[in-house]
Protein backbone atom coordinates (compact mmCIF):
# COMPACT_ATOMS: atom_id res chain seq x y z
CA UNK A 1 0.00 0.00 0.00
CA UNK A 2 1.25 3.43 -1.11
CA UNK A 3 0.61 5.65 1.87
CA UNK A 4 1.93 8.54 -0.25
CA UNK A 5 -0.14 8.16 -2.73
CA UNK A 6 -3.33 8.34 -0.55
CA UNK A 7 -3.53 11.30 -0.44
CA UNK A 8 -2.63 13.13 -3.49
CA UNK A 9 -5.94 12.77 -5.26
CA UNK A 10 -8.80 14.97 -4.33
CA UNK A 11 -11.76 13.59 -2.96
CA UNK A 12 -14.91 14.47 -4.31
CA UNK A 13 -18.37 14.96 -2.39
CA UNK A 14 -16.64 15.37 0.92
CA UNK A 15 -15.63 11.72 1.06
CA UNK A 16 -12.74 10.23 3.05
CA UNK A 17 -9.77 11.19 1.39
CA UNK A 18 -8.00 7.99 3.03
CA UNK A 19 -9.90 4.73 1.93
CA UNK A 20 -9.84 1.67 3.74
CA UNK A 21 -12.30 -1.51 3.24
CA UNK A 22 -13.76 -3.23 6.27
CA UNK A 23 -11.42 -6.13 7.71
CA UNK A 24 -14.44 -8.30 8.08
CA UNK A 25 -16.86 -7.62 5.14
CA UNK A 26 -16.34 -5.91 1.26
CA UNK A 27 -17.88 -2.42 2.19
CA UNK A 28 -15.39 0.84 2.17
CA UNK A 29 -15.11 3.84 4.22
CA UNK A 30 -16.72 5.66 0.85
CA UNK A 31 -20.25 4.31 2.01
CA UNK A 32 -22.59 7.00 2.18
CA UNK A 33 -25.63 6.98 5.08
CA UNK A 34 -29.28 7.32 4.18
CA UNK A 35 -29.37 10.82 4.41
CA UNK A 36 -27.65 10.64 0.93
CA UNK A 37 -30.74 10.75 -0.51
CA UNK A 38 -31.63 14.65 -0.20
CA UNK A 39 -28.43 16.43 -1.24
CA UNK A 40 -28.68 19.38 -2.97
CA UNK A 41 -25.49 19.15 -4.81
CA UNK A 42 -22.39 16.92 -5.87
CA UNK A 43 -20.17 18.69 -3.54
CA UNK A 44 -22.60 18.87 -0.35
CA UNK A 45 -20.31 16.81 2.46
CA UNK A 46 -21.75 13.48 2.97
CA UNK A 47 -22.17 11.34 5.88
CA UNK A 48 -20.36 8.32 5.40
CA UNK A 49 -20.03 4.59 7.65
CA UNK A 50 -18.11 5.13 10.52
CA UNK A 51 -14.93 2.53 10.71
CA UNK A 52 -13.98 1.90 14.21
CA UNK A 53 -9.69 1.91 14.80
CA UNK A 54 -9.59 -1.62 13.85
CA UNK A 55 -11.05 -0.99 10.34
CA UNK A 56 -14.26 -2.91 11.34
CA UNK A 57 -17.41 -1.24 9.77
CA UNK A 58 -20.60 -0.35 11.31
CA UNK A 59 -22.78 -3.03 10.10
CA UNK A 60 -20.09 -5.20 11.13
CA UNK A 61 -20.30 -3.76 14.32
CA UNK A 62 -23.91 -4.09 14.45
CA UNK A 63 -24.18 -7.58 13.57
CA UNK A 64 -22.55 -9.20 16.71
CA UNK A 65 -24.65 -6.55 18.51
CA UNK A 66 -27.73 -8.16 16.68
CA UNK A 67 -26.70 -11.60 17.56
CA UNK A 68 -26.49 -11.09 21.24
CA UNK A 69 -30.48 -9.22 21.35
CA UNK A 70 -33.06 -11.47 22.82
CA UNK A 71 -35.53 -11.70 19.52
CA UNK A 72 -38.21 -13.76 22.14
CA UNK A 73 -38.56 -10.58 24.42
CA UNK A 74 -38.17 -8.11 21.06
CA UNK A 75 -41.04 -10.69 19.42
CA UNK A 76 -43.26 -10.34 22.91
CA UNK A 77 -42.71 -6.49 23.09
CA UNK A 78 -45.01 -6.56 19.08
CA UNK A 79 -47.40 -8.64 20.43
CA UNK A 80 -47.83 -5.94 23.27
CA UNK A 81 -47.30 -2.89 20.77
CA UNK A 82 -50.42 -4.63 18.74
CA UNK A 83 -52.55 -5.23 21.18
CA UNK A 84 -52.06 -1.57 22.14
CA UNK A 85 -52.62 -0.49 18.63
CA UNK A 86 -55.60 -2.42 18.13
CA UNK A 87 -57.17 -1.21 21.81
CA UNK A 88 -56.33 2.59 20.73
CA UNK A 89 -58.05 2.58 18.02
CA UNK A 90 -61.51 4.73 17.96
CA UNK A 91 -63.69 3.01 14.98
CA UNK A 92 -62.85 -1.24 14.77
CA UNK A 93 -62.83 -1.43 10.63
CA UNK A 94 -60.34 1.41 10.42
CA UNK A 95 -56.50 0.29 9.44
CA UNK A 96 -54.41 -0.80 12.09
CA UNK A 97 -50.96 0.30 10.01
CA UNK A 98 -49.59 1.50 6.96
CA UNK A 99 -47.00 -0.47 4.97
CA UNK A 100 -44.99 1.31 2.29
CA UNK A 101 -43.61 -0.92 -0.44
CA UNK A 102 -42.61 -2.59 -4.04
CA UNK A 103 -44.33 -6.04 -2.95
CA UNK A 104 -40.60 -7.17 -3.27
CA UNK A 105 -39.07 -9.80 -0.62
CA UNK A 106 -39.13 -7.35 2.05
CA UNK A 107 -42.32 -5.68 2.20
CA UNK A 108 -44.32 -8.92 1.13
CA UNK A 109 -42.36 -10.12 4.35
CA UNK A 110 -43.26 -7.08 6.39
CA UNK A 111 -46.62 -7.02 5.41
CA UNK A 112 -47.50 -10.94 5.90
CA UNK A 113 -45.90 -10.92 9.32
CA UNK A 114 -47.58 -7.83 10.60
CA UNK A 115 -51.10 -8.75 9.63
CA UNK A 116 -51.12 -12.90 9.91
CA UNK A 117 -48.58 -13.26 12.95
CA UNK A 118 -49.35 -10.23 14.48
CA UNK A 119 -53.26 -9.36 13.73
CA UNK A 120 -52.84 -5.87 12.15
CA UNK A 121 -54.88 -5.14 9.84
CA UNK A 122 -52.17 -2.96 7.19
CA UNK A 123 -53.21 -0.67 4.55
CA UNK A 124 -49.79 -1.21 1.80
CA UNK A 125 -49.10 1.82 -0.41
CA UNK A 126 -46.81 1.98 -3.20
CA UNK A 127 -44.35 4.31 -5.15
CA UNK A 128 -44.88 3.19 -8.58
CA UNK A 129 -40.85 2.22 -10.20
CA UNK A 130 -39.88 4.44 -13.20
CA UNK A 131 -40.67 1.67 -15.08
CA UNK A 132 -41.89 -1.64 -14.13
CA UNK A 133 -39.72 -4.96 -15.14
CA UNK A 134 -42.20 -8.05 -15.80
CA UNK A 135 -40.90 -10.08 -12.77
CA UNK A 136 -41.65 -6.67 -10.39
CA UNK A 137 -45.20 -5.94 -11.84
CA UNK A 138 -45.71 -9.77 -11.21
CA UNK A 139 -44.81 -9.51 -7.91
CA UNK A 140 -46.16 -6.59 -7.24
CA UNK A 141 -49.74 -8.47 -8.59
CA UNK A 142 -48.82 -11.53 -6.49
CA UNK A 143 -48.39 -9.30 -3.19
CA UNK A 144 -51.93 -8.24 -3.22
CA UNK A 145 -53.62 -11.13 -4.62
CA UNK A 146 -51.57 -13.99 -3.58
CA UNK A 147 -50.71 -12.09 -0.10
CA UNK A 148 -54.01 -10.61 0.50
CA UNK A 149 -53.71 -7.00 1.32
CA UNK A 150 -55.35 -3.80 0.50
CA UNK A 151 -53.03 -1.95 -1.52
CA UNK A 152 -52.34 2.04 -3.06
CA UNK A 153 -50.30 2.00 -5.97
CA UNK A 154 -49.34 5.85 -6.32
CA UNK A 155 -47.78 6.63 -9.95
CA UNK A 156 -46.11 9.91 -9.98
CA UNK A 157 -46.51 12.14 -12.85
CA UNK A 158 -44.65 10.38 -15.61
CA UNK A 159 -43.42 13.54 -17.20
CA UNK A 160 -42.67 14.97 -14.09
CA UNK A 161 -40.82 12.22 -13.06
CA UNK A 162 -38.95 11.92 -16.17
CA UNK A 163 -37.48 15.31 -15.99
CA UNK A 164 -36.69 14.94 -12.56
CA UNK A 165 -34.70 12.06 -13.17
CA UNK A 166 -32.74 12.90 -15.77
CA UNK A 167 -32.15 16.40 -13.53
CA UNK A 168 -30.73 14.13 -11.33
CA UNK A 169 -28.65 12.38 -13.23
CA UNK A 170 -27.21 15.16 -14.94
CA UNK A 171 -26.33 17.45 -11.62
CA UNK A 172 -25.95 14.94 -9.18
CA UNK A 173 -25.60 11.26 -11.16
CA UNK A 174 -28.06 9.94 -8.92
CA UNK A 175 -31.47 9.18 -11.19
CA UNK A 176 -32.58 7.42 -8.50
CA UNK A 177 -33.10 10.17 -6.52
CA UNK A 178 -36.67 11.14 -7.21
CA UNK A 179 -38.01 7.75 -6.44
CA UNK A 180 -36.31 7.54 -3.58
CA UNK A 181 -37.59 10.81 -2.22
CA UNK A 182 -40.98 10.34 -3.12
CA UNK A 183 -41.09 6.75 -2.18
CA UNK A 184 -39.82 7.85 1.64
CA UNK A 185 -42.80 10.52 1.79
CA UNK A 186 -45.46 8.45 0.66
CA UNK A 187 -45.91 6.49 3.58
CA UNK A 188 -46.63 9.13 6.32
CA UNK A 189 -48.91 11.04 3.79
CA UNK A 190 -50.91 8.25 3.31
CA UNK A 191 -51.14 7.85 6.79
CA UNK A 192 -52.05 11.11 7.63
CA UNK A 193 -54.25 11.29 4.77
CA UNK A 194 -56.52 7.79 6.30
CA UNK A 195 -55.60 8.87 9.36
CA UNK A 196 -53.66 5.90 10.81
CA UNK A 197 -51.40 6.29 13.78
CA UNK A 198 -49.07 3.78 12.50
CA UNK A 199 -46.63 3.53 9.84
CA UNK A 200 -44.37 0.10 9.43
CA UNK A 201 -41.13 -0.47 7.59
CA UNK A 202 -39.38 -3.51 7.29
CA UNK A 203 -35.71 -2.67 8.06
CA UNK A 204 -34.18 -0.31 9.88
CA UNK A 205 -32.15 2.11 7.36
CA UNK A 206 -29.60 2.37 9.76
CA UNK A 207 -28.61 -1.05 10.11
CA UNK A 208 -26.52 -0.76 6.91
CA UNK A 209 -24.31 1.60 7.58
CA UNK A 210 -25.56 4.76 9.72
CA UNK A 211 -25.17 4.64 13.72
CA UNK A 212 -25.47 2.39 15.65
CA UNK A 213 -27.46 3.90 18.26
CA UNK A 214 -29.83 4.68 15.84
CA UNK A 215 -30.87 0.15 15.71
CA UNK A 216 -31.06 0.53 19.19
CA UNK A 217 -34.80 1.91 19.25
CA UNK A 218 -37.69 0.89 17.65
CA UNK A 219 -39.15 3.73 15.76
CA UNK A 220 -37.64 6.38 13.53
CA UNK A 221 -38.51 9.88 13.91
CA UNK A 222 -38.58 12.89 11.49
CA UNK A 223 -35.37 13.11 10.82
CA UNK A 224 -35.30 10.22 8.53
CA UNK A 225 -38.07 12.41 6.43
CA UNK A 226 -36.92 15.42 4.93
CA UNK A 227 -38.16 18.11 5.54
CA UNK A 228 -38.20 22.19 4.31
CA UNK A 229 -39.45 25.21 5.90
CA UNK A 230 -39.80 27.13 2.72
CA UNK A 231 -40.83 25.73 -0.55
CA UNK A 232 -38.36 28.20 -2.17
CA UNK A 233 -35.70 26.53 -0.67
CA UNK A 234 -36.41 23.25 -2.09
CA UNK A 235 -34.01 21.66 -4.35
CA UNK A 236 -35.08 18.85 -6.80
CA UNK A 237 -32.39 17.09 -9.02
CA UNK A 238 -29.92 19.31 -7.70
CA UNK A 239 -31.75 22.36 -8.87
CA UNK A 240 -33.86 24.34 -7.09
CA UNK A 241 -37.09 23.91 -7.89
CA UNK A 242 -38.09 27.21 -8.74
CA UNK A 243 -35.43 27.50 -11.37
CA UNK A 244 -36.95 23.98 -12.62
CA UNK A 245 -40.03 26.01 -12.78
CA UNK A 246 -38.78 28.80 -14.88
CA UNK A 247 -37.37 26.30 -17.11
CA UNK A 248 -40.19 24.11 -18.06
CA UNK A 249 -44.17 24.20 -17.95
CA UNK A 250 -44.17 22.78 -14.57
CA UNK A 251 -46.02 24.42 -11.19
CA UNK A 252 -45.46 24.41 -8.05
CA UNK A 253 -48.20 22.05 -7.39
CA UNK A 254 -46.80 19.08 -9.83
CA UNK A 255 -44.35 19.08 -7.47
CA UNK A 256 -46.42 18.21 -4.48
CA UNK A 257 -45.68 14.13 -4.39
CA UNK A 258 -41.97 14.95 -4.10
CA UNK A 259 -42.14 17.87 -1.57
CA UNK A 260 -40.72 16.67 1.66
CA UNK A 261 -42.96 16.94 4.69
CA UNK A 262 -43.63 20.18 7.20
CA UNK A 263 -41.03 20.50 9.84
CA UNK A 264 -42.11 17.69 12.56
CA UNK A 265 -44.39 16.13 10.32
CA UNK A 266 -44.46 12.71 12.04
CA UNK A 267 -44.57 14.74 15.88
CA UNK A 268 -47.22 17.54 15.13
CA UNK A 269 -49.79 14.46 13.68
CA UNK A 270 -49.52 11.54 16.05
CA UNK A 271 -47.58 9.08 13.89
CA UNK A 272 -45.69 6.56 14.99
CA UNK A 273 -42.83 5.03 12.51
CA UNK A 274 -41.54 1.93 13.79
CA UNK A 275 -39.87 -0.97 11.67
CA UNK A 276 -40.48 -4.58 11.92
CA UNK A 277 -36.43 -5.29 11.92
CA UNK A 278 -36.26 -4.08 15.90
CA UNK A 279 -39.14 -6.95 16.84
CA UNK A 280 -37.86 -9.84 14.28
CA UNK A 281 -34.12 -10.96 13.37
CA UNK A 282 -33.77 -9.83 10.15
CA UNK A 283 -31.63 -12.16 7.08
CA UNK A 284 -32.35 -11.11 3.90
CA UNK A 285 -32.25 -15.18 2.37
CA UNK A 286 -35.06 -15.99 4.77
CA UNK A 287 -36.61 -12.92 4.60
CA UNK A 288 -36.92 -14.20 0.82
CA UNK A 289 -38.17 -17.89 1.33
CA UNK A 290 -41.00 -16.68 3.50
CA UNK A 291 -41.73 -13.76 0.71
CA UNK A 292 -41.56 -17.09 -1.52
CA UNK A 293 -43.69 -19.16 0.13
CA UNK A 294 -46.51 -16.98 1.61
CA UNK A 295 -46.92 -14.20 -0.75
CA UNK A 296 -45.68 -15.58 -4.29
CA UNK A 297 -42.61 -13.77 -4.42
CA UNK A 298 -40.33 -14.70 -7.62
CA UNK A 299 -36.68 -14.04 -8.10
CA UNK A 300 -35.64 -12.82 -11.21
CA UNK A 301 -35.35 -15.37 -14.24
CA UNK A 302 -31.92 -14.32 -14.79
CA UNK A 303 -28.82 -12.84 -12.60
CA UNK A 304 -29.30 -9.33 -12.16
CA UNK A 305 -26.33 -7.48 -13.73
CA UNK A 306 -23.66 -5.82 -11.88
CA UNK A 307 -24.28 -8.64 -9.11
CA UNK A 308 -25.00 -12.38 -8.98
CA UNK A 309 -28.36 -12.34 -6.49
CA UNK A 310 -31.48 -12.68 -8.14
CA UNK A 311 -33.84 -11.49 -5.56
CA UNK A 312 -33.03 -7.92 -4.38
CA UNK A 313 -34.21 -4.82 -5.81
CA UNK A 314 -35.32 -6.28 -8.81
CA UNK A 315 -38.70 -3.98 -9.81
CA UNK A 316 -37.21 -0.98 -11.91
CA UNK A 317 -35.39 -1.25 -14.63
CA UNK A 318 -33.77 1.97 -13.64
CA UNK A 319 -32.43 0.08 -10.73
CA UNK A 320 -29.81 -1.38 -12.08
CA UNK A 321 -28.25 2.50 -13.13
CA UNK A 322 -28.83 3.40 -9.27
CA UNK A 323 -26.20 0.89 -8.66
CA UNK A 324 -23.95 2.11 -11.69
CA UNK A 325 -23.58 5.30 -10.93
CA UNK A 326 -22.55 4.23 -6.81
CA UNK A 327 -19.92 2.63 -7.83
CA UNK A 328 -19.27 5.60 -10.11
CA UNK A 329 -19.52 8.32 -7.18
CA UNK A 330 -18.06 5.47 -4.33
CA UNK A 331 -16.45 3.02 -5.93
CA UNK A 332 -19.01 0.40 -4.92
CA UNK A 333 -21.18 -1.45 -7.28
CA UNK A 334 -24.18 -3.83 -6.35
CA UNK A 335 -22.27 -6.99 -6.06
CA UNK A 336 -20.64 -5.38 -3.33
CA UNK A 337 -23.93 -4.56 -1.12
CA UNK A 338 -24.87 -7.68 -1.94
CA UNK A 339 -21.59 -9.46 -0.41
CA UNK A 340 -21.26 -7.27 2.57
CA UNK A 341 -24.43 -8.34 3.44
CA UNK A 342 -24.16 -12.43 2.91
CA UNK A 343 -20.78 -12.45 4.63
CA UNK A 344 -22.01 -11.10 7.89
CA UNK A 345 -25.10 -12.89 8.21
CA UNK A 346 -22.65 -16.15 7.49
CA UNK A 347 -24.01 -17.06 3.80
CA UNK A 348 -20.49 -16.62 2.23
CA UNK A 349 -16.86 -16.21 3.26
CA UNK A 350 -14.97 -12.57 3.02
CA UNK A 351 -12.87 -14.30 0.27
CA UNK A 352 -15.87 -15.64 -1.72
CA UNK A 353 -17.12 -12.02 -1.45
CA UNK A 354 -14.15 -10.56 -2.57
CA UNK A 355 -13.84 -13.02 -5.71
CA UNK A 356 -18.26 -12.32 -6.97
CA UNK A 357 -17.17 -8.36 -6.51
CA UNK A 358 -14.39 -9.10 -8.58
CA UNK A 359 -16.41 -10.75 -11.02
CA UNK A 360 -19.68 -8.74 -11.15
CA UNK A 361 -19.46 -5.13 -9.55
CA UNK A 362 -18.23 -3.21 -12.44
CA UNK A 363 -20.24 -5.28 -14.59
CA UNK A 364 -22.16 -2.62 -17.12
CA UNK A 365 -25.93 -2.52 -17.25
CA UNK A 366 -26.80 -3.33 -20.51
CA UNK A 367 -29.94 -5.11 -20.59
CA UNK A 368 -31.90 -1.77 -20.11
CA UNK A 369 -29.40 0.87 -21.35
CA UNK A 370 -31.20 1.82 -24.65
CA UNK A 371 -34.48 2.44 -22.41
CA UNK A 372 -32.71 4.37 -19.67
CA UNK A 373 -30.77 6.24 -22.73
CA UNK A 374 -34.36 7.28 -23.72
CA UNK A 375 -36.36 7.49 -20.41
CA UNK A 376 -33.66 10.62 -19.19
CA UNK A 377 -33.68 11.59 -23.32
CA UNK A 378 -29.64 11.82 -23.42
CA UNK A 379 -27.49 10.06 -26.42
CA UNK A 380 -24.72 7.23 -25.05
CA UNK A 381 -21.95 9.70 -25.69
CA UNK A 382 -23.56 12.07 -23.61
CA UNK A 383 -24.12 9.21 -20.74
CA UNK A 384 -20.38 8.61 -20.93
CA UNK A 385 -19.33 12.53 -20.77
CA UNK A 386 -21.35 12.75 -17.48
CA UNK A 387 -20.46 9.33 -15.73
CA UNK A 388 -16.94 10.59 -15.64
CA UNK A 389 -17.44 13.67 -14.66
CA UNK A 390 -18.53 11.92 -11.55
CA UNK A 391 -15.30 9.91 -11.09
CA UNK A 392 -13.92 11.11 -7.84
CA UNK A 393 -9.76 11.44 -8.03
CA UNK A 394 -9.48 9.83 -5.08
CA UNK A 395 -10.97 6.34 -6.31
CA UNK A 396 -10.58 6.48 -10.22
CA UNK A 397 -6.76 6.40 -12.10
CA UNK A 398 -6.84 5.59 -15.96
CA UNK A 399 -4.40 2.50 -16.48
CA UNK A 400 -1.48 2.19 -18.85
CA UNK A 401 -4.13 1.29 -21.40
CA UNK A 402 -6.15 4.28 -20.86
CA UNK A 403 -9.10 2.50 -19.03
CA UNK A 404 -10.54 3.75 -15.47
CA UNK A 405 -9.71 1.39 -13.02
CA UNK A 406 -10.24 1.79 -8.95
CA UNK A 407 -7.56 2.96 -7.15
CA UNK A 408 -8.02 0.49 -4.22
CA UNK A 409 -10.33 -2.43 -3.69
CA UNK A 410 -11.50 -4.56 -0.80
CA UNK A 411 -8.92 -7.38 -2.54
CA UNK A 412 -6.08 -4.95 -2.43
CA UNK A 413 -5.75 -4.74 -6.52
CA UNK A 414 -6.54 -1.48 -7.14
CA UNK A 415 -4.23 0.80 -9.37
CA UNK A 416 -2.57 2.06 -6.54
CA UNK A 417 -2.90 -1.43 -4.14
ZN1 LIG B 1 -17.95 -4.57 7.48
Not at 224 to 246: H, P
Not at 362 to 390: A, G, H, R
Request: aromatic share 14%.
Amino acid sequence: MHQNLRNKYKAFYGLPEDVRFCKSCVISNQRPSSTVEFLHSPNEKKEVIEFDDNNLCSACQYHSVKEEIDWKHREEEMFKLCEEIKKNKKNKIQYDCVIPGSGGKDSAFTAHIIKYKYGLNPLTVTWAPHLYTDIGWKNFENWVHVGGFDNILFTPNGKLHRYLTKKAFENLLHPFQPFIIGQRIIGPLIAKQFNIPVVFYGENQAEYGNKISENNKNSMDDKFFSSVEDVNDLMLGGEKVSELIKNSNFKIEDFKPYIPLEKNFIKKNNIVVHYLGYYEKWDPQEVYYYASENTGFNPSPERTEGTYGRYSSIDDKIDMFHYYTTLIKFGLGRATYDAAQEIRNGKITKEEGQNLVKLYDQEFPKKYFKEFLDYISISEKEFFQIVDKFRSPHLWGKDINGEWKLRHTSSNDGLDD
